[in-house]
């Protein structure tokens, strides 16, 4: 099991950037493939990035070529890089962890972007 915090959201303004952070507290995080969702207001959550446990990423939509997904296993740490932010990035920003039928989820951390 894994415990998940997620820290780095705040304002932004469009064109700016943030990186997010994810950290584990207890765990063998190494194990876990890791990915960074993310909810806009009145929406479901999805996917944005992921990392596999190998280090092989994946993109999904408006974030591809934007958007960073790295992980440091040394830190226990996971970190989503946000470059080029547009008002629609905006929303909470969840890390989880997925190992088979198990999943982690943190608390959230809130991305706001606007001028």
């Known amino acids: 099991q894994v415990q998940l915090v997620e820290s780095g959201g705040g304002l932004v303004q469009p064109g700016g950037s943030l990186r997010l952070s994810c950290t584990s507290s207890k765990g063998r995080f190494e194990l876990y493939s890791m990915g960074w969702y993310r909810q806009a207001p009145g929406k479901q959550r999805e996917l944005a990035a992921a990392i596999t446990m190998g280090g092989s990423t994946t993109y999904v939509g408006a974030v591809k070529g934007r958007f960073t997904i790295s992980r440091d296993n040394a830190k226990n740490t996971m970190y989503l890089q946000m470059n080029s932010l547009k008002p629609e990035d905006t929303g909470v920003y969840y890390c989880?962890?997925?190992?088979?039928?198990?999943?982690?989820w943190g608390q959230g951390t809130q991305v706001t972007v606007s001028s």
């Open positions: 989880q962890a997925n190992r088979g039928r198990f999943e982690y």
